[in-house]
């Protein structure tokens, strides 16, 4: 997933000078009407780093062709990205990263607030990431909700605004809803809840995912379930809280209902495929490789609702002049449709969803947004059929699925002292 | 060390054409050069680093160099440590026990029962045949074999041995023992068939002249004259075994603990600091185990 294109012998100065006064031509000649601006004349390179979700070389070439901006993709795991971002600040042109990175970071003043005037698209972003409602009457979930994280007063503050404002963190791209994978085969009987992963009958046959600040979501959603514990904000637990759901978890380590723990997306894939695992913690492409497989796998609702997850782009701080501009660019065309359409038609959801059905057939945007029956087959973005005609999404709609998030993926105050208790469950 | 030599004699000669010549002691600091130079830029240096590292302090995202104790405290003062040592040993005392039961059996065999020498070097090269594909390979295939519904499980039940699948098979203790010992038992055939071939066969005629059974014979000429062979094996098995984290966490699926996995996962989450300490324990404890071996047993008798 990694794209490396390196541009040699064009200094940054030149490189600087040459975009500028292109940028001067284009908006003397009065070429800004709306049209992306053609950088082709002018190699622009933008470095974007983030957690490989996104970071998919067929975007890559659309923006290449499309603006005629380089991108430089570099794909990393969450924990090393939220390093990077910090320690090699210089490194990076866009942060593509999660909401719960974003608020690590932020503070370290490595990324610079957008400016909502300059992004096209701005007015499309759905209500989630402005007022953390999907509709007005929604519930705002618990965790590092990406509105909580999304504007700052001014640049150059370090804390969050509590409300919208006209300075934006990040520009949200990609999200989705996390719940648990099933075999549908081989459970037996009806899953309606994240209590049933504890269920004795499915003893030896379940796993959770081995990565802590996600798993420990997983766990929370299973505690609160089952009725042991309710918590004051799931995102951010108390010691005891994190003592009691890491007690638990031990305990049912050593009365053998787990059957292994993953930690890579082909290992959920691998457990559920060859039946070690018949109910699990899994992410929603996982769930379409298993199936893909001819495997009947089922990404389940569960009636608490789901755990949700989102990224955006962030601008890097030392960005300013063309290459600002250009970012700006590069940012208003990745949320202009194009790519938001190559996302859905992935199972993931893309911000300014109304840019993105223009990108998508009726068939397609009725099964992966509205919760319709497949008219024909659905087809990834590879050309393989992911589900035959008639078929309809676990879940249902978008608004069906965004709607009842739970929790957000997200950082603790006690991030470090659970870190060492989750050590303690994998070695027990 | 050929192309060292050979460098060494050109400056002789050519010191000795300028009827010029190095002092002999020089000499000898010069050949040794080269190795200190390597060993001191990839191995001191580095292992001093991570001692240094592991006194530093750190948060999410960087390191602070400092001077701290902490990492070592909560290495050593928690529980989880002393289980997953303990576990870790307990995989070493297996993998130990029974690779060297096959080791030496197979080396016995090479050595003793095969008469041509090119037949034992052929047999000896088909042990390593497996050692063709990569550690990974070799591991992994043994998920197929082991799972739920793998092929031991599919044949047992087909066969009408068992109703139900045995579950301990794959992902746990016994699927990490095994792995380990396919994984390693080459590493203890190799030095005890070196010491078994250069056991003197007159001393095997001699105690059989004298009246001593086969199993007198093993006992009291060939185990004992293997001893260094076996020594040298121990260390390699042990050191593996301890130093493991891939093998333990694929085929425990993740359930079990190693002393390396658990740096693993703290270089994971970007605890460096902590990392460092734990490796640090870790050496200190090998050496140890090694220091303790090599005084039961005189290594250098093979050499």
Redesign the interface.
Known sequence: MTEKKTNKGISRRTLLKTASAAAGLAAGSGAITGFPTIWAQNTITLRQFGTGVSNLNAIAEKCKADLGITLEMTAT?S??A??R???QPNSYDIADIEYWILK??YP?GVIQPMDVKKLKYYDKVVPLFKTGKLKPDSVIAQGTAPHTVGFVEKPGTKTFAKGETQWFTMMPTIYNADTLGIRPDLVGREISTWADIMDPKFK?KT?IL?I?SIGIMDAAMIMEAMGNIKYADKGNMTKAEIDKTIDFLIKA?QAGQ??????SFDESV??MA???VVIQSMWSPAVAAVRSKGIACKYQPLKEGYRSWGGGLGLAAHLSGAKLDAAYEYINWYTSGWVGAYLNRQGYYSAAMETAKQHMSADEWGYWVEGKAAKGDIVAPDGKVMEKAGAVRDGGSFEERMGKVACWNSVMDE?RYM??RW??F??? | MATMTSSETEKIEGARAKSFRLPPALISYLQAAPLTLILGSFLAVPILMIGMVSFWDYDFAQMYPDFVTFNYAETLGSWVTWKTYLNTLKFAFFVWAITLFIGFWVAYFLAFHIRTAAMQMVLFLVCTVPFLTSNIIRMISWIPVLGRNGLVNSTLISAGIVSEPIEWLLYSDFAVVLAMVHLYTLFMVTPIFNTLMRIDKSLVEAARDAGASSWQTLTNVILPLAKPGMAIGTIFVVTLVMADFSTVQVMSGGQSASVALMMKNQMSLLQYPAAAANAVVLLVFVLLMVAAIVRIVDIRKEL
Not at chain 1, 258 to 263: E, G, L, N, S, Y
């Open positions: 795991d924990d090393a939220a390093q971002a910090v320690t690590k970071v370290a030896g796993s081995n802590p380590k787990f059957r292994a723990f993953w930690k691998n457990l060859s039946g070690e991030d870190v060492r050590n303690e994998i070695a027990a």
